[in-house]
């Protein structure tokens, strides 16, 4: 049974720094992209970042980049967020998952097939 378990999330203050893990078991990962998706209260999920399967590309969202970072560790079947310079607009719950393909150039949430849970992220300011 395919299982994604986020951990990381938590309250921290604005301007504050965060990573976020998410260890895939069940099966290998390493052959896909995987990315990582957030759903504020009351909006849609919105994709956040994507990782190729190889970690050689990624791809942000325009509100994130220059502050989130995305990371894999294909050993470990491990995605990583590392989240810097956070805003109170950055306050959601964080789901990871797994693309259908192997390019981290997918933003839509019908390319992923598999998620986790979620974890909340909550920006103070």
């Known amino acids: 049974q395919v299982q994604l378990v986020e951990s990381g999330g938590g309250l921290v203050q604005a301007g504050g720094s965060l990573r976020l893990s998410c260890a895939a078991s069940?099966?290998?990962?390493?052959?896909?992209?995987m990315g990582w998706f957030r759903q504020a209260p009351g909006k849609e999920r919105e994709f956040v970042a994507a990782?190729?399967?190889?970690?050689?590309?990624?791809d942000y969202a325009d509100s994130v980049k220059g502050r989130f970072t995305i990371s894999r560790d294909n050993a470990k079947n491990t995605v990583y967020l590392r989240m810097n310079s956070l805003k109170p607009e950055d306050t959601a719950v964080y789901y990871c998952?797994?693309?259908?393909?192997?390019?981290?150039?997918?933003?839509?949430?019908?390319?992923?097939?598999?998620w986790g849970q979620g974890t909340q992220v909550t920006v103070s300011s």
């Open positions: 990782i190729s399967w190889s970690g050689g590309n990624t």
């Open positions: 998952a797994v693309a259908r393909y192997s390019s981290s150039h997918y933003y839509k949430l019908s390319d992923y097939d598999y």
């Open positions: 069940g099966r290998t990962f390493s052959s896909y992209a």
